[in-house]
T-cell receptor, first 110, second 110 residues
Framework: GQSLEQPSEVTAVEGAIVQINCTYQ??????LSWYQQHDGGAPTFLSY????GLEETGRFSSFLSRSDSYGYLLLQELQMKDSASYFC???????????FGPGTRLSVLP | NAGVTQTPKFRVLKTGQSMTLLCAQD?????MYWYRQDPGMGLRLIHY???????AKGEVPDGYNVSRLKKQNFLLGLESAAPSQTSVYFC?????????FGPGTRLTVL
């Protein structure tokens, strides 16, 4: 089977930096994705890591360690609009499907 | 470009009724997916398609059927709705490592 773990909730203040962790146990692994979902909305793609290391896209960065089955999403200079749920997802061993984690609800306080 | 659209946006069914959810895309993507999302949970894969005329089961396929007669459309059918199928249903396409989600269909089964 496949399972992913994320913290259920994270709270931070505007302007701060927050890290959302994701650990996974899968029978196969192609890569790790991150998605953002605002309440009532659809998930939107943030990043994808296939290789170890840090990928940076503006205020967001994503990190992967394949040997540790671990990744994280780093959000810098937090803004109120970053309040949302964040999901990690593993692309499975066949490369066709994604298994999603339970999600982390981020609340950004003024 | 409309991207990924879903019809209907909301629906209320009585137990035992049937219905079809329509997903349409104008991005010419081969891969299409149907997920369900329950409160406080991640997305769970119901069925997916790797191209016109193909379908395959995901993690939670029981009680659902799908068809992909045309590349741009992916239909999800509920033959005999049950209260356990109350959920938000998302359709998605995939291009390389990124998934593109529709706005969702909120289904309630009484």
């Amino acid at each position: 089977g496949q399972s992913l773990e994320q913290p259920s909730e994270v709270t931070a203040v505007e302007g701060a930096i927050v890290q959302i962790n994701c650990t996974y146990q899968t029978s196969g692994f192609y890569g790790l994705s991150w998605y953002q979902q605002h309440d009532g909305g659809a998930p939107t793609f943030l990043s994808y890591n296939a290789l170890d290391g840090l990928e940076e896209t503006g205020r967001f960065s994503s990190f992967l360690s394949r040997s540790d089955s671990y990744g994280y999403l780093l959000l810098q200079e937090l803004q109120m609009k970053d309040s949302a749920s964040y999901f990690c997802a593993v692309r499975d061993s066949y490369g066709q499907n994604f298994v999603f984690g339970p999600g982390t609800r981020l609340s950004v306080l003024p | 470009n409309a991207g990924v659209t879903q019809t209907p946006k909301f629906r209320v069914l009585k137990t035992g009724q049937s219905m079809t959810l329509l997903c349409a895309q104008d991005m010419n993507h081969e891969y299409m997916y149907w997920y369900r999302q329950d409160p406080g949970m991640g997305l769970r894969l119901i069925h997916y398609s790797v191209g016109e005329g193909t379908t395959a089961k995901g993690e939670v396929p029981d009680g659902y059927n799908v068809s992909r007669l045309k590349k741009q459309n992916f239909l999800l059918g509920l033959e005999s709705a049950a209260p356990s199928q109350t959920s938000v249903y998302f359709c998605a396409t995939r291009d390389l490592n990124e998934q593109f989600f529709g706005p969702g269909t909120r289904l309630t089964v009484l």
